[in-house]
């Protein structure tokens, strides 16, 4: 019930086209909902987050859009660019009430590779 | 630069050695966590420590020793692994731990056991 499953696990677009990664859980508790960004050789940085009160975050080229009811949210980077190549991560966590901690439980990665 | 430094950056180890992985952090945060990343796996939660204190422990095998002597420094002490501890050992923190606190990562450790 902790797990996340996240997919495609690797990914190629073309410069300019759309990158979508799907992502799905099954802990109804979740109420944070962040991507993680990682480029070789670096620890990963956080890219956008949503919380399951809005449907669709959107910051710059990256959206995140949200389906509470089927328990999925994705990620969609527009025009996407070959300095987007990269490990992308979604993650969950849940406020644990009294022990409250930011266990983020994470999915498995898509590796992104843009093509000029 | 994130602010978390992770040393060192590549450690090369025997079975039968006891070595140490230290984290930093810059940031004034009062959680910090340890993750394992292995190839083809989730990221997978270690420990966490909010203001010093251990606060999840993951199931990790005792071979694995945390040590949080103060609210920026943590380490990750090491003996008697296995070569299936080889991975990168992610440190992270956050401001206080909540769900929904961004966390910081290290660039990581990148450990061999031979």
């Known amino acids: 019930q902790q797990q996340v499953k996240q997919s495609p696990q690797s990914l190629i677009v073309q410069k300019g086209g759309i990158s979508i990664i799907n992502c799905a859980y099954e802990n109804t508790a979740f109420d944070y909902f962040p991507w993680y960004q990682q480029f070789p050789g670096k620890g990963p940085a956080l890219l956008i987050a949503?919380?399951?009160?809005?449907s669709e975050k959107k910051e710059g080229r990256f959206t995140i859009s949200f389906n509470k009811s089927a328990k999925q949210f994705s990620l969609h980077i527009m025009d996407s660019q070959p300095g987007d190549s990269a490990t992308y991560f979604c993650?969950?966590?849940?406020?644990?009430?009294?022990?409250?901690?930011?266990?983020?439980?994470f999915g498995q990665g898509t590796i992104l590779t843009v093509h000029p | 630069e994130t602010g978390v430094t992770q040393t060192p950056r590549h450690l090369v180890m025997g079975m039968t050695n006891k070595k140490s992985l230290k984290c930093e952090q810059h940031l004034g945060h009062n959680a910090m966590y340890w993750y394992k990343q292995s190839a083809k796996k989730p990221l997978e939660l270690m420990f966490v420590y909010n203001f010093k204190e251990q606060t999840e422990n993951n199931s990790v095998p005792s071979r694995f020793s945390p040590e949080c002597p103060n609210s920026s420094h943590l380490f990750l002490h090491l003996h008697t692994l296995q070569p299936e501890d080889s991975a990168l050992y992610l440190c992270?923190?956050?401001?206080?731990?909540?769900?929904?606190?961004?966390?910081?990562f290290g660039p990581g450790t990148r450990l061999t056991v031979l």
């Open positions: 993650a969950a966590s849940a406020d644990a009430g009294g022990t409250s901690y930011g266990k983020l439980t």
């Open positions: 949503i919380r399951p009160d809005v």
């Open positions: 992270a923190s956050s401001t206080q731990g909540f769900s929904g606190d961004e966390q910081f």
